[in-house]
């Protein structure tokens, strides 16, 4: 049985806006997102795939998606990620007893994060800077191979 579990939500595709040079999304769709704990990815989408831009939590997740929306400096970084259409992934915790929501969500942002950046992505922060990370390698490690992968990456 899992410790925690956080459920994806219908992922909502945004829209360049050319008046606003900005992306939006349609009112409509951002509404069906509860405004309850959750997590939140900007990504890009290439065919089926989905490559992470920016990692978020929020207590009240629509309202910090909306806000984000509006974020210039956020939305421009979010454009200049490469090809690729853009979208909102969410997710929110299925609470369990004697958890809370915000605990939750906090701790799968903070491993998204981490994983997507171990996998070797680029994050934005929540200056709308790209983090930077580095590349470790192993060497003649072969006793510990089991225990820590012979490449890494790690924030700079």
Do not use: C
């Amino acid at each position: 049985m899992a410790d925690m579990i956080m459920q994806w939500r219908k992922p909502v595709q945004l829209t360049w806006n050319s008046a606003k040079n900005d992306y939006t999304a349609d009112d409509k769709k951002l509404m069906e997102i509860s405004d309850t704990p959750g997590i939140y990815i900007f990504a890009k989408k290439h065919g089926k795939s989905f490559t992470p831009i920016y990692v978020g939590y929020s207590a009240k997740l629509r309202n910090r998606i909306i806000k984000q929306l509006n974020n210039h400096k956020l939305m421009v970084a979010v454009g200049n990620a490469g090809n690729g259409s853009r979208w909102v992934l969410v997710a929110q915790p299925k609470r369990k007893p004697g958890q809370t929501t915000s605990t939750v969500a906090k701790r799968m942002e903070s491993f998204l994060i981490r994983k997507f950046q171990a996998d070797g992505w680029e994050l934005l922060n929540e200056k709308g800077v790209r983090r930077s990370v580095k590349t470790v390698r192993w060497i003649d490690s072969t006793e510990f191979r089991a225990l820590v992968p012979l490449q890494t990456q790690i924030e700079k």
